[in-house]
């Protein structure tokens, strides 16, 4: 789905969404220009990110706030719900599930798994943790496409391994690692040290 | 610092790094073929990004691989030793402590911030917890530039501003939400959800 527009622009989507929604919510009208000098972008860019979506501006006035918050979570929903597991019922894993905001884009966190025996058969944040070792049967019970990574560095590519094994097309990945995966399986690393660190070379 | 290099070309350092430290220790040499080659980009844009640091590629063999890695690290380094605090002392800051990787690059997180009663005064991961309200005395005895929020949303913007006013340089937002800032404070935010969306999106 989305195939058409590019990686660098589909990433922006979601900045958009955000600054729309930290909007007072009173406002109705929205222009390309506003939201091009809030996020200091150029403005052609981010009228050309928006026409990727199927929001229309008007002449003068821009876009009706609501219709292009609901075009941009359209977009990034790929209109229907996707199911997510979480591999890792550690601090991040159970952090990341509280913060939650997934359901905002249509995606469903449906269980943990772990390798701990002392977590395994119990809940995270309200979801089941399963044994890792079941992720095969489990993920294809749960019907689950997306994963996202919170073991510690050493098991993220065992881990990484097994959840492709279970038809997994999409891992986001917070192990301090490099994981990798098949051609057909789309992995982003969030390694916050290094994030945290360009922020740093930058002041 | 650095201030000549993209900020694009710098994310993707953090890159690099994690890949040639993921090779086998006992590999002397890397090419910029071989980099490009795994990391699915353009053997030319991945030469121009590591000629923005000190290391210089030999014909035929390329890099030596150890003072690839030293190169990269001195320069996301800046050359020396930065002080991080934590803002939010609960699950995802605790994680985000735990999980480490911030010495590689030379920053230290010495101190998180709470407003909660029954955390101040305590520590988080071996690093003392200092009430929110006396981030102004603490960050400047503390000598930090760099923060990272992993507060609620309904709380970014205010703990945002306490730090911005207790000189903070740079933050890296792990909130929900999106933070502003006056111009000379850098700003990243980390949208997990946003992230997941993206990659679902890709699928």
Do not use: W
């Not at 496409?145 to 279970?166: G, H, N, R, T, Y």
Request: proline share 4%; net charge neutral.
């Amino acid at each position: 789905m989305n195939k058409d527009i590019p990686v660098i622009a589909l990433q922006r989507l979601p900045v958009y969404l955000n600054y729309l929604k930290s909007m007072p919510a009173d406002r109705m009208y929205v222009s390309s220009g506003l939201i091009a000098e809030a996020l200091e972008m150029g403005e052609v860019l981010v009228r050309k990110d928006l026409a990727y979506t199927s929001a229309t501006g008007k002449p003068r006035v821009g876009y009706i706030k609501s219709e292009l918050i609901a075009a941009l979570e359209d977009f990034l929903c790929c209109n229907g719900s996707r199911n997510a597991v979480l591999a890792g019922a550690g601090g991040l894993g159970k952090a990341i599930l509280s913060y939650g905001g997934f359901k905002n884009y249509g995606i469903n966190v449906v269980a943990a798994f772990d390798n701990n025996p002392e977590k395994i058969g119990g809940s995270v944040v309200g979801k089941p943790v399963y044994d890792i070792e079941d992720a095969q049967e489990k993920i294809a019970n749960l019907n689950a496409e997306l994963a996202v990574i919170c073991v510690p560095a050493q098991f993220a590519q065992s881990v990484a391994d097994k959840l492709v094994a279970s038809g997994i097309k999409a891992i986001l990945n917070f192990a301090p690692v490099m994981i990798k995966a098949p051609q057909n399986v789309v992995v982003r690393h969030i390694d916050v040290a290094a994030n945290l660190a360009v922020l740093s070379s930058m002041i």
